[in-house]
């Protein structure tokens, strides 16, 4: 019998929260959250060794700012940190996925479907 020895963490950020890139000049609202690493394998090679982020963490996705530039990022726990500036988060698909902020956390909007 085999002992499967993956780790699973619990997330340190939640969906609807401002983080920032520890390393790179770059701020976002988190809309999902994958408990490990789940993209492709050429993503994962395009990251520098030195500093690729370990696949047992929690993964978020983000819709990111920076510079006036809008686009989604994927970012490993490690390398992001809380940013409570309040500052909003100026993304066109903010609307689509959170409905208003409240006390610096994004409310997700909630979805029905049929």
Not at 14 to 31: M, N, T
């Amino acid at each position: 019998m085999s002992i499967d020895k993956k780790i699973l963490y619990k997330a340190k950020f939640c969906i609807g929260e401002v983080v920032k890139h520890r390393f790179f000049d770059f701020r976002g609202v988190i809309f999902d959250v994958d408990p490990e690493f789940d993209n492709t394998e050429e993503w994962w090679d395009s990251i520098p060794a030195e500093i690729r982020p370990r696949k047992n963490q929690p993964f978020y996705h983000l819709f990111a700012v920076q510079e006036g530039m809008q686009y989604t990022a994927y970012v490993s726990e490690q390398n992001l940190v809380g940013d409570d500036s309040l500052i909003p988060i100026e993304h066109a698909s903010v609307e689509d996925f959170f409905d208003g902020v409240s006390e610096g956390l994004y409310k997700q909007r909630h979805i029905l479907f049929n």
